[in-house]
């Protein structure tokens, strides 16, 4: 690579000592929310890619390895699900992960930036696939705090899955990853019912990844993590899913393929029985982190 021009390039810190970069391609957009500042860039590596206060967020091309692994290896594990809440989550990917478990009845997104959603509908059709305008979503412009401690609550909702589907938990956003918050949302799920959300990267960030592992062990019977390597991360990623009941490591390779042939599941670029199986496989540095 020449590195004489660095300008050239989109570059994020994992921390304080690591990073990764992109060449920048064309600047399709940028400006500022009452949130946030936002680019959106046509890049030669991811196509399509969506920043946030200078974080990656979604690319067209790579979207499927977050995607895929944040919604099926929880609704794969539950028999019947049908309603579903978002938080976060305004690119819609998760979303158009979601609807094609055919049993969803009704997917609750509460996004708090009005332009996530707008953006994405202009730039990002191969990452939503038209879920935002799926006549079973709901979008909620709001805060998820006060909807999952309020409007939830009051209107007596109650889902089989929530996903948490944000920011990493800096700033504002580290109140929705707390234990209170994630046991505020245990109290909208229904029995069976589970949780699930990104911890982050456990090589460059050991220190957030096990405390997340133990909030969730402070609220939910069974925690299981679950880690994958996400190109526009720039690292191998974490994630989690918890509940009371329902383990996903219980789910074998045979059983889950049974149930995408059921389910008539297509469209997959990543997840399959072997993957889940796989991703929950811990090798001994990863088990060391979350211990």
Partial sequence: MDTSSFSDYLSESLNKN???????GTLLEQGETPYQSYEVWDTPELGKLFRLDGYFMTSERDEFFYHENMIHPALVSHP??????IIGGGDGGSADEIFKHPTIERVVLV???QAVVSLSRKYFEAVHHGSLD?????????DGLKYVREI???KGELFDLIVLDLTDPLGPAAELYSPKFMA?????L???GLFTLHIGPPVFAPERVSGLVKNLEGVFSIVAPYFVYIPLYGSLWGMACASDTTDPRNMSKAMVEEIIKHREISHLQFYNGSTHEAVFA???YLKKIIS
């Fill in 18 to 24: 690591s990073g990764f970069f992109f060449r920048k």
């Fill in 80 to 85: 019947h699900p049908k309603d579903v809440l």
């Fill in 111 to 113: 996004e708090l930036d």
């Fill in 134 to 142: 799926d006549p079973r979503i709901e979008i909620l412009i709001e």
């Fill in 152 to 154: 939830g609550p009051q």
């Fill in 184 to 188: 505020e949302c245990k109290a909208l």
């Fill in 190 to 192: 229904r029995p069976g």
């Fill in 282 to 284: 811990l090798p001994e």
